[in-house]
């Protein structure tokens, strides 16, 4: 049963697309979305082309043993590791980056972002150099909207059905948040954290003059000197209303994962555009426009969730190559912009993993609902979880 699942996991990672030798017959997903704490809702067929087919590796993405292919998106389970609808095998004791500090494999959740190499080994596919990146951590400025949006360090977080976790929130909480920008650059949150006080991290695009920086609702100072409007980047520092002082030397934020002829399979918003000369392109998240391949299908006139191939030139012009469905069983893809509202101060019940974190401000305490000890420990808070080489599946209750 363990070989498997294993061997089911894939084969490629793309259509032929001209490719000279035949395209092995798809491989079924065996992913399973698991509990971990409160798990978000399972993921619906997710296929080339928005046709629903499943994804299959050809010798363009994962072929012989040694190939590897990127891939950037969010945990849905552990059946080894689901990420982008594909399942990978990886070790649980595997040293993973988590916004610059380094953890264990076993720490990883549902609704993380996670970014890595798919690399193909004689017994499957398997995760290699993890990283999470949060996209903004730091205190909660105002809660709105019955608690579906959120304002974290000055960054505008929608959370929707989806996002995982379980408790309350309140304005003051300390909270880190994985998710993704759309080309508005609004987050859309697939799991909320609470975390100690302390400092905040912010990702994203920066905007304004060289005397007025901001990342979203954000103003910079501090340590700027590398600091240009139109990069996108993450920053370490203080974060006291509104204001976030800078003390880390300013970082590129992580490039996509490259994988062989620069591929990558990356999980967006995005929505068609055009570039400079006028030819149709794709803006995938706040930063990236990606030229559109001959069989990449239908453009999205609006921001749309969805799973992408990309491919990177020499020249390092981005191509989209295909696309898959990105929802989840319940949800929709086309994600709503809603017109902003009033952020008013205010309890504010959603989901969320974890014992409670430090809070400031007001409000009533913030109540934390403990998921148990799933497979891991930690009291009344998010555990750890199976899976991996030598597990069926996540561990047992």
């Not at 499957?124 to 909660?140: D, F, L």
């Not at 101060?345 to 913030?366: E, F, I, L, N, Q």
Request: with cysteine.
């Amino acid at each position: 049963m363990i070989a498997a699942r294993r061997i089911v996991a894939l084969a490629a990672l793309l259509l032929p697309l001209g490719c000279a030798e035949p395209v092995p017959s798809p491989a079924k997903l065996a992913c399973a979305v698991t509990e971990d704490g409160f798990a978000p809702k399972r993921l619906t067929e997710r296929g080339i082309g928005g046709t629903g087919a499943p994804i299959v590796l050809a010798d363009r993405g994962i072929g012989g043993t040694g190939a590897k292919t990127g891939v950037q998106g969010v945990i849905t389970g552990f059946a080894s590791l689901c990420v982008n609808g594909l399942e990978l095998d990886y070790d649980p004791a595997d040293p993973i980056d988590v916004d610059g500090t380094i953890q264990v494999a076993r720490d990883l959740r549902i609704g993380q972002m996670v970014t890595l190499r798919a690399e193909s080994e004689a017994y499957g596919v398997v995760a290699r150099a993890m990283a999470v990146r949060h996209v903004v951590s730091g205190p909660i400025d105002g809660i709105a909207n019955g608690g579906s949006r959120l304002v974290v360090a000055g960054q505008d977080v929608r959370l929707g059905g989806n996002s995982s976790g379980a408790g309350s929130l309140e304005v003051g909480q300390w909270v880190e948040i994985s998710g993704l920008r759309d080309p508005a650059g609004f987050i859309l949150a697939t799991r909320v954290d609470p975390r100690p006080s302390g400092e905040a991290i912010i990702t994203g695009k920066v905007a304004g003059p060289p005397n007025a920086r901001r990342i979203g609702g954000a103003a910079l100072r501090g340590n700027l000197a590398r600091v240009t409007s139109g990069d996108t980047v993450s920053l370490i520092g203080l974060y006291q209303d509104g204001v976030l002082t800078v003390r880390q030397p300013v970082a590129t934020a992580r490039p996509l994962p490259l994988g062989q002829a620069g591929l990558v399979v990356v999980e967006a918003i995005a929505q068609g555009t055009r570039t400079a000369n006028g030819r149709p392109a794709l803006q995938v998240g706040e930063d990236i426009v990606a030229a559109i391949g001959p069989n990449f299908g239908n453009i999205p006139a609006n921001a749309t969730l969805m799973v992408l191939v990309l491919e990177q030139a020499a020249t390092g012009e981005l191509t989209a190559l295909s696309q898959h469905d990105g929802r989840l069983e319940g949800g929709s893809s086309a994600i709503t912009t809603a017109t902003p509202t009033t952020l008013a101060p205010h309890v504010a019940t959603v989901t969320m993993v974890g014992s409670s974190a430090p809070k400031t401000g007001g409000g009533t305490s913030a109540k934390t609902e403990g998921a148990g000890s799933k497979g891991g420990s930690g009291a009344g808070g998010s555990s750890g979880h199976g899976g991996g080489r030598g597990a069926s599946g996540p561990a047992t209750k």
